[in-house]
């Protein structure tokens, strides 16, 4: 790999935390962001399911705390070696179930990068061990080559960053604008659904839906149905749908299959996407 111009991580001598662990309580008024591995997405973190510890946890775990312009990896599970840019500025406190990097030499957005691309994560997951719970080791990550390139490639891929950030919180705008202008469209601005502590259904009404799970028979979705039906008419999207087959998962396929898993919010995430090796005729 050296003669092709690489070097591996530990040349530059960069500190690899492994942040430590206390009981924690969480707590809902007046906390610290407490930034978990699910708060990791490839890239980017993830600001959905925030949870937090109050300020005398945090000052316990003062070595945990992230600045903006941090690597942070996922180090244990299922998502071990995810790795993202850390770029807010709100006081955080990292969960040891992940990694900190600092750099001296590489610029911080590329070395995300270059994790996050196949040759990276190819390393990456050379060096995972254990089978139960799968684990990254700061030692194999040290020893992961990196291509050497020019700074000014590497300012090239952190401005993408910030092109990307920007473009991310625009759509997001946009996304709440057309949810409130479909709730004035349909007439539910003010519409407030009902939320009761507890709700019972008959046995034949279970029967008839042949449906068991109580979220089926949410009252807050009745009364949505009933609200709706008064205005539209409503028709089944069940009756609209055409069912597709199961596309077979290929190692190295390049056409991307959309799960359940990939849906967040009102956007598809497919940074954890398998892939099939054709389109399916």
């Not at 659904?193 to 042949?210: G, I, Q």
Request: proline share 4%; glycine share 4%.
């Amino acid at each position: 790999m050296k003669n092709f111009g690489a070097t591996q991580l530990l040349e530059s001598k960069p500190s690899i935390l492994h942040p430590h662990e206390i009981t924690r309580n969480y707590v809902e008024e007046n906390g610290i962001w407490f930034f978990r591995a699910q708060n990791i997405r490839p890239l980017k973190i993830n600001e959905a399911n925030k949870v937090f510890i109050s300020s005398e946890d945090a000052s316990r775990l003062s070595k945990n705390q992230l600045s903006n312009g941090d690597i942070v990896l996922t180090r244990t599970g299922a998502n071990r070696g995810d790795c993202a840019y850390f770029d807010s500025d709100e006081e955080t406190i990292a969960s040891s179930h992940t990694f900190i990097i600092r750099d001296p030499k590489w610029n911080h957005q590329f070395l995300v990068a270059f994790l996050n691309s196949y040759y990276g994560k190819m390393q990456i997951d050379k060096g995972v061990y254990g089978a139960a719970q799968p684990e990254v080791s700061p030692y194999y990550l040290e020893r992961i080559w990196i291509p050497t390139l020019s700074s000014r490639f590497q300012k090239l891929v952190a401005q993408y960053f910030v092109d990307s950030t920007t473009v991310q919180e625009t759509a997001t705008k946009s996304v709440g604008l057309a949810e409130k202008l479909l709730l004035s469209a349909l007439g539910l601005e003010n519409w407030q659904p009902p939320d009761p502590l507890t709700y019972t259904r008959k046995a034949s009404d279970v029967w008839n839906a042949e449906r068991l799970d109580s979220q089926f028979f949410r009252p807050d979705v009745d009364a949505l149905r009933e609200e709706l039906s008064s205005r539209f008419t409503l028709v089944e999207i069940g009756k609209r749908v055409t069912k597709g087959i199961t596309a077979q998962y290929d190692d190295y396929g390049t056409i991307p299959i959309i799960a359940i898993s990939d849906r967040v919010a009102v956007f598809l995430d497919l940074s954890h996407s398998a892939f099939h090796e054709r389109l399916l005729s």
